[in-house]
């Protein structure tokens, strides 16, 4: 994939060459899919469910949580089902995120989204395939974790994807629709359980996994819900000043469907300056790991500095 610009950027501050990390993670987590889900019969859905978990993406997810577990002390091994967990569900809410009855969109990822090119049944049920495959993946794959843990990290992914989070988020968007006047509070929900919810599971189940301490899952979960808001304060801006190619999927949406977001309430000044000031807060909480937090740290800059 190609990550350019926004890399080298973030790269001259927290001095990490995150552009090699990240296309070494991604290949792995790229791998680690590929091997995850074959086709078998009916083909049809299978087919469906790897047109979307294997059409690119950044990966973020895996790859957070492949870096808190070895932050913790954990290895690639232990966290990589879980990764691909990650991948899948998110993968999934893309699906049905972009259905007729919701968003509507005919591209995803660069590429036609699953229900143009497999019908809205298809690409109702690769989601619903997708969402279970994921847990039984984790169940079934992972190794060298004890079981109390790996109860733990079901309870974690169950709940960011459940009405208190992904799905909650969803219903609250859907409900705001139309709304131009919507409070600030209102938009801070959404985007806690559609985006942050999911980042948060992804950076604290690799630490989960590894056995890391409470204190310090504690401190990886400011990390994250601040990396989270930010992320979206981000795609905000980024849906107002990038095109389609940048993006990979319809630009300017938000605008056109009059929808409340952070440069709609606080202008574009001040959501970029809104988004560093969690990105700095998020590096805060890093401080005491040291060196093994640099991916952690170059990653949260690179979301600020990110064009697509
Ligand atoms: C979870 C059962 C279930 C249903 C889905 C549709 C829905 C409920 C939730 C919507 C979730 C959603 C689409 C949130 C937006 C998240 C977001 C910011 C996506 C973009 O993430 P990137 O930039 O995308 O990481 P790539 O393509 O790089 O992976």
Same mark, same amino acid.
Not at 5 to 27: H, W
Not at 70 to 91: D, N, R, S, Y
Not at 132 to 150: G, S
């Given at each position: 994939m190609v990550l350019t610009d926004e890399l080298k950027a973030s790269q001259g501050e927290s001095r990490f060459d995150l552009l090699a990390y990240l296309s070494e993670r991604q290949a792995l987590v790229e791998a680690a899919l590929d091997r995850s889900l074959q086709v078998i019969y009916p083909e049809t859905i299978y087919e469906a469910m790897r047109y979307s978990l294997m059409?690119?993406? /950044?990966r973020l997810r895996p790859i957070l949580c492949l870096a808190t577990c070895e932050l913790a002390g954990g290895t690639v091994e232990m966290a990589m089902p879980t990764a691909c967990a990650l991948e899948m569900i998110h993968t999934m809410s893309l699906i049905h995120d972009d259905l007729p009855a919701m968003d509507n969109d005919d591209y995803r990822r660069g590429k036609l989204t699953n229900h143009k090119v497999f019908g809205e049944d298809i690409a109702i049920l690769a989601g619903d395939g997708l969402l279970a495959y994921a847990f039984e993946h984790v169940a079934v794959e992972t190794?060298?974790?004890?079981a109390d843990r790996l109860l733990r990290i079901v309870a974690i992914l169950g709940r960011a994807v459940g009405a208190a989070g992904l799905v909650g988020g969803q219903v609250v968007d859907l409900e705001s629709?139309? /709304?131009?006047?919507?409070s600030l509070e209102t938009l801070t929900f959404i985007h806690n359980h559609k985006t942050a919810a999911l980042l948060e599971a992804s950076v604290i189940s690799g630490a989960i996994l590894a056995g890391a301490a409470e204190s310090d899952v504690r401190r990886l979960s400011h990390y994250s819900k601040n990396i989270g808001l930010a992320f979206q304060i981000v795609d905000d801006i980024l849906d107002i000043t990038s095109t389609q190619e940048e993006l990979g999927k319809t630009a300017g949406k938000d605008l056109r469907a009059q929808k409340a977001t952070y440069p709609s309430i606080w202008g574009l000044e001040e959501s970029r300056r809104q988004a560093h000031a969690l990105i700095q807060d998020a590096k805060a909480e890093l401080? @005491?790991?040291? @060196?093994?937090?640099r991916p952690l740290m170059a990653i949260a800059d690179f979301i600020t500095a990110r064009t697509h």
């Amino acid at each position: 994939m190609v990550l350019t610009d926004e890399l080298k950027a973030s790269q001259g501050e927290s001095r990490f060459d995150l552009l090699a990390y990240l296309s070494e993670r991604q290949a792995l987590v790229e791998a680690a899919l590929d091997r995850s889900l074959q086709v078998i019969y009916p083909e049809t859905i299978y087919e469906a469910m790897r047109y979307s978990l294997m059409a690119g993406g /950044k990966r973020l997810r895996p790859i957070l949580c492949l870096a808190t577990c070895e932050l913790a002390g954990g290895t690639v091994e232990m966290a990589m089902p879980t990764a691909c967990a990650l991948e899948m569900i998110h993968t999934m809410s893309l699906i049905h995120d972009d259905l007729p009855a919701m968003d509507n969109d005919d591209y995803r990822r660069g590429k036609l989204t699953n229900h143009k090119v497999f019908g809205e049944d298809i690409a109702i049920l690769a989601g619903d395939g997708l969402l279970a495959y994921a847990f039984e993946h984790v169940a079934v794959e992972t190794q060298n974790v004890p079981a109390d843990r790996l109860l733990r990290i079901v309870a974690i992914l169950g709940r960011a994807v459940g009405a208190a989070g992904l799905v909650g988020g969803q219903v609250v968007d859907l409900e705001s629709e139309g /709304k131009s006047d919507i409070s600030l509070e209102t938009l801070t929900f959404i985007h806690n359980h559609k985006t942050a919810a999911l980042l948060e599971a992804s950076v604290i189940s690799g630490a989960i996994l590894a056995g890391a301490a409470e204190s310090d899952v504690r401190r990886l979960s400011h990390y994250s819900k601040n990396i989270g808001l930010a992320f979206q304060i981000v795609d905000d801006i980024l849906d107002i000043t990038s095109t389609q190619e940048e993006l990979g999927k319809t630009a300017g949406k938000d605008l056109r469907a009059q929808k409340a977001t952070y440069p709609s309430i606080w202008g574009l000044e001040e959501s970029r300056r809104q988004a560093h000031a969690l990105i700095q807060d998020a590096k805060a909480e890093l401080a @005491d790991f040291g @060196d093994s937090a640099r991916p952690l740290m170059a990653i949260a800059d690179f979301i600020t500095a990110r064009t697509h």
